[in-house]
């Protein structure tokens, strides 16, 4: 897992997350 600040759940978007839910990918990285 890449380190990132706690704000990554918060409004940091990833590039495949384009036009899908972050919960998704947020699933998915974990």
Request: proline share 13%.
């Given at each position: 897992m890449?380190a990132?600040?706690?704000t990554?759940?918060?409004?940091?978007?990833?590039?495949?997350?384009?036009?899908k839910?972050?919960?998704d990918?947020?699933?998915q990285?974990r």
């Open positions: 890449i990132q600040p706690q990554d759940t918060t409004e940091i978007i990833y590039p495949e997350s384009d036009g839910p972050m919960a990918n947020t699933r990285f």
